[in-house]
């Protein structure tokens, strides 16, 4: 049995995020970004949703100046932290990105359209994620 909203939509979007910021701490690379556990990662804990030990979320790059996609044949494993100050705004602390991903790259994560947008929280004076259709 699945709980229909889940089944019928999380496929159906993709969320956009862009990195805030980028350290390296004990030698693996962590990356900020300008989303949360307390906006659209809230099916992380409210749902038992888990991007933990991802090898295939990210599959091509867009060329920022010819606009056209490539493939990514390097990734590195990485924790993605939420944009709060909010020690347990941790999305994933093991999921593989692109080798080369830097500060204002965009992330493309799939299985995002349930129960994704309608939670948020200002916590922290976070501004709430825009809705592009």
């Known amino acids: 049995m699945a709980e229909p909203g889940r089944h019928l939509c999380a496929n159906s979007f993709y969320l956009l995020t862009r990195v805030l910021g980028k350290r390296v701490k ?24 888990s991007f ?7 599959y091509a ?5 010819t606009k056209e996609p490539s493939g990514i ?24 990105v692109p080798i080369d991903l830097k500060v204002s790259d965009w992330l493309c994560l799939s299985g995002m359209g349930a129960y ?11 501004k709430a994620t825009d809705k592009v259709i």
Do not use: A, R, W
């Open 26 to 49: 004990n030698g693996k690379p962590c990356y900020h970004l300008n989303e949360s556990l307390y906006h659209s990662f809230n099916c992380n804990l409210m749902d038992g949703v």
């Open 52 to 58: 933990e030990n991802s090898t295939s979320q990210f």
């Open 61 to 65: 790059c867009i060329d920022s100046k």
């Open 73 to 96: 044949y390097e990734t590195q494993n990485s924790t993605l932290f939420g944009m709060t100050c909010d020690g347990m705004d941790i999305i994933t602390k093991s999921i593989n």
């Open 116 to 126: 994704t947008y309608g939670c948020k929280s200002t916590f922290n004076g976070m």
